[in-house]
């Protein structure tokens, strides 16, 4: 379940920059898991790319020094994320160097985004679909292909009842390729 909370407490501590003037906020997805843990999400709307580039790092060390560190259990600290969210389209040397950055937290860059107000379903709905979301892409060519549900010792049987019997001594491949020669009437061991 994703919930919004208030922003965590000294998270700003020691910041060079001022946020007041920005949307920073803080959600949790309780992952219902054998042992049960919580991701830790920050957002920040960003109104240009200069702003991001500027704010990035010193965000990014102020969640390490003033959360991360107080995490108890070791996989929260791993499940810590910072999402950015732009209106306009980042240059993507700012977008690979945010993103590539692997201290403290995963950093994902959403832009083009196209939105003036970022409300809170927008957002919820944003980190639901980047980050808790599996999208699996079929190939055109392969969903044409029909698909069998038998096992492979079926179809042989279905084919020659008599291959499987002789087959089940065999132990490596060397063995089989012998065989399978012989029973397709290329047997060059004559």
Not at 12 to 32: C, G, P
Not at 117 to 127: E, H, K, R, T, Y
Not at 168 to 185: E, L, T
Request: hydrophobic share 35%.
């Amino acid at each position: 379940m994703l919930h919004k909370r208030d922003l965590p407490q000294n998270l700003l501590l020691n910041s060079m920059k001022d946020y007041t003037e920005r949307q920073l906020e803080y959600w949790i997805y309780e992952v219902d898991a054998k042992a049960p843990y919580t991701c830790h999400l920050f957002t920040l709307v960003c109104n240009d790319n200069e702003i991001l580039n500027d704010i990035w790092e010193d965000l990014t060390e102020n969640i390490a020094i003033n959360f991360q560190i107080n995490l108890e259990k070791e996989i929260e600290r791993w499940n810590i994320y910072l999402i950015f969210l732009l209106e306009n389209e980042v240059p993507k040397e700012i977008k690979y160097k945010v993103e590539q950055d692997k201290y403290c937290c995963r950093k994902l860059v959403e832009d083009n985004l196209k939105k003036t107000n970022f409300s809170d379903d927008v957002i919820s709905g944003l980190i639901k679909e980047k980050i808790f979301s599996i999208h699996m892409e079929t190939n055109k060519a392969s969903a044409n292909v029909p698909t069998v549900d038998k096992k492979i010792e079926a179809i042989i049987k279905e084919a020659d009842g008599n291959i499987l019997t002789a087959l089940k001594g065999f132990r490596s491949n060397q063995q089989i390729a012998p065989f399978y020669s012989k029973f397709k009437g290329n047997d060059n061991t004559k």
